[in-house]
C-alpha cells in the first residue's frame, strides 16, 4: 500500500479543491470542504471507538459497518451512549461519511442523506456535556447545501457535493491525526484559502510567519498552562503557540478564544479538534470580544480571568466599534484612562487582551503602524501604557504581508512585570523579506533574527535599538520606529575633492571592515597615497578578488568551517537515518537549526542567518517529507521503496489517472540516474547535442536557400514546406524532397546539395530513435536499481540529496561578506576614476574636433 505523506495529501486536497469550487468564492467554499473534511474525522472516530470497545475484529472498513449496523440494532442506545460517553459525540451508523460512499457506489446518493446526517449529529450531542464544543459545527449559515454557488439545480450540487466526499474517501483520518498529519493539512487548506480569498481572509487567517513569530516569542518568555485569543478566527495563532511548547506542556495547555463571525467560529472549533486539542482543554466561544467582556471568572464575579499568554491579530483600525456604548469606567479600560476613538478599534482591542493579561504572562498583538504615533485619545493611551512600563518591545514588520492590507504592520509585546528601568526594545524588520508572487513574505531566517534580538534585548545598528524612558518622553510618547532606529544608507557618500583631483578617499576604505579584518596586509599592498587622506589601487580588482580567495588566512578560515559543516553534517545525518514515530521532529528541526547558528556565531563578518536559513532551506525542500517515510518505513526500506507513477491523463469528463512505470519513494530517480548511471547520461547528451547540431545545419540550409538565389538553392526551395499561401516555412518536406532529388541531374550541385539534407535527416531521425529507445532503456533500469539499492548507496544518495551543496554554501558564506565589500571597492574606483581635469580635458579636445568640422561646412 502507497505511503500518503502530509505533502501529498496537501497538494491532493489543495488540487482537489482547486478542480472542484469552478467560480465559487473561496473564503466561502473553504466552509465546505473543512466541514466535509471534520465530518469525515468524526465518523472515522466514531468507527474506530466502536471497534475498540466492541472489540469488533474486521479487516475493511465496509464490514466494520455492517458489524456497526447490526450492533446498532441489537444494543440501540446503548451503544449511542457508550460511544458518546468515549467521545462526547455520536455518528450514528446511517448517518456515517462511510454511508454516503457505499451510497456513492451504489448508484443511490442523495445531497438529502447528507443534511439529514449533519442534522442528525446535532442532535445526537445535545444530550452530552459537550454540546459546546459540537453544536452547531454544521449550521445552515456554515454548509447551507441549498445554495446555487455548489449548482444552478438538485442535480448539479448533487455531483458536487459527491465529488466532493470523494475527495476524502481513502483518508484514514483517525490515523492522521495521530501523527499530526491532519492538522497540517487542515491548517495548510486554510492559509491556501486565506491566499486565495484576498481582503475577506482577514477575518479567519494570520499568515504562518507573523504566527510564528509572535508564537516563539510568547512560547519563550513565559511558562504557559493558559492562552487566549480574543479574536481566534481559525485559531492558527493558538496552534502555532502550541507547536513551539514541550509535549507535556501542550498536553496540559487550557485554550480559550472568542470568535464573531459564526462560520469562522465553527472552523476554529474544528481546527483545534483535529490538532488533538482535546475538547475540554478548549473554551471557544462565538461573540462579540469588546461589547462584553469575556471570559469572567466564575469565582470572582465581573473579574476577567487572567491567562499566561495573550495572543491576537484583531481587525485594524475597526470602525464603530463601541456600539455597546461603553465608557471608560470598564475594567478594561480603566488602565488607560481614555476610551479609545470610535473610529478605531486598535487600542479597544489591546486594552481587553492586556486586562486578561496574568502578571508574569506574555501578550504579542499584531496591529497597524498608526497605533505608534497616532494622536489625541490613541497618544493619551499610549502614554499611559508607557508610563505604565507594559510595552516591552515594537517588532516593524514589512508591508504587504497579508492577504487582506498591503498595510505595514507591529507586533506588540506588553508584559505587566516589567523594571522600572527596563527600556523599550525596538525592532525594525521593515526590510527583512523576499517577494513571493504579489505577496512580502518573511523568511525562516529574518523569523530567527528577530525572536534572537528579542531574547537577548540587542542593539543593532539599523535593526534595533533600546529606548530609555528619557528618550521616549523627549519624542511625547511617539514611538514611531524611524525615531529609534535609523536606517542604514547603501549609497556610499560622494567626495567631491576625489571627484576634483581623483583618488579613492582613505575614510571609504577603512569602511571595509572585513576587508580591514581579514586581510588587511593584502588590501593595503594593492594601493597607493597619491596625496593625504586619498589611495589608487594598484592592480584591478578582479585581479585582487583572486588574491584575497587564495590569501592563506581566508583559505584556513573555509578549511575550518568546512570541518566544522561535514562533522555537523555527519552527526544529524546519523539522526536522520534514525527517525522513528516517536521522533519529535519539531525538536530535531529546532536543534539543527540552532547548531548551525551557534557554529557560525564563532565566526566575525559571517552572515549567521544566512547558514541559518540554508538549514531551513533543505528541511522544507527535503527533510520534512522524507523523515516522514523513514518514521514509517525505516530508512533502508523507504530508499529501496518504489510506488506508481501516476499521470493525468485527457481533461474534463475523460480526466483520468493512469501508471507509468514506477518512482523512487525517498530517492528520485532522476538522482539515482545522475549518481548510478552517469556514462549513459551522459551518452543520452551527447546524442541530444548531435540532434541539435543537425538541426542548426538544416535550418541554415533552409535560412540560405530563402536569401540565396541560385539553381541549388531554387531545388531547396521547393524541398521545403509550405504554408497554406504557398510561404516557405522553416523545415524540409521529406515528400518533397524526395521529388526534388528525383528531377535533379545526377552529380549536380543540386543534387548534391539535396543529399546533403538528405543525409541531415535521415541521420537526426536516426539519431532521435536511438535517443529514444536509450531514455526508455535508462528508465526501466533505474526504475529496477531502486529495488536493488545498497545500504552504502543509499548512504551515499541520500547525502548528496541533502547536504551535497552545503558545505560549499556554509563556505561561501566567507567570499560572500568579502565580495560585498570587494564590489564596493570597484564601484568606488569607477565613482572616482573620471576627474574633473579629465573632464575638462575630454570637452576641449571634443570642442576643437567641433570647430574644425564646423570650418570644413559649406553654405550654398
Known sequence: MKLITSEEIKRRL???ANELRGSMDASRYKDYMLGLMFYKFLSDKTLETFKMTAGVKTVSESELVTEFVKAKEEYGEDLEKMIQDVLGYYVSPEYLYQTWLIDINMGNFEVQKVSDSLNAFERTIMSSGDVRDFKGLFSSSTLDLTDTALGSNLHDRSENIKALILLFADLNMVALQKGDILGDAYEYLIGQFAMESGKKAGEFYTPHQVSEVMAQIVAKSSDIKSIYDPTVGSGSLLLTVKKHLTKDKQR?????????????????????LLHGVRPEKMTIKNGDTLSNDWPEDPENPNEGVQFDAVVMNPPYSAKNWNKAGLKVSDPRFEVAGALPPDSKGDFAFLLHGLYHLGTNGTMAIVLPHGVLFRGSSEGEIRKRLLEKNYIDTIIGLPSNLFTNTGIPVVIIILKKNRNVADPVLLIDASNSFIKVGKQNVLQEKDIAKIVDVYLGREEMKGYSHLATREEIMKNDYNMNIPRYVEGVDSEIPQDVDAHLFGGIPKSNINDLKVLQSLVPELLNQSMEEIRPGYVNLLKPVTELTIEIMKDEHIIAMSKEIEAKTTEYIQKYLDSLKQVTMETDISALTEEMLCEIKQILLNYQYIDVYGGYQIIAEIWKNALHHDTELIANEGFYNAGRKREPNMVTKGSGK????????????LIPNEFIAKMLFSRELENLENKRIKIQEIETELSELVEAAKVEDSDENNALIDAIKKNDDGEPLDAFDNKALKEELKKAKKGSAEQLLLKKVEYFINNKASLTKELKTEEKELDDAVQ????????????SLMYQKWFGNTINQMVGLIQNSLKKELNSLRILEERYSDTLLDIDSQIDKMMKEFESLKDKLVVE
Open 784 to 795: 529496477d536499481r531502486i529495488l536493488t539499492l545498497t545500504d552504502d548507496e543509499i548512504d
Open 654 to 665: 475523460n480526466k483520468r489517472e493512469e501508471q507509468e512505470g514506477w518512482v523512487g519513494s
Open 252 to 272: 496540559d495547555l487550557a485554550y480559550y478564544g472568542q470568535e464573531k463571525n459564526t462560520a469562522t467560529y465553527n472552523l476554529t472549533r474544528m481546527n483545534l
Open 14 to 16: 489543495w488540487d482537489g
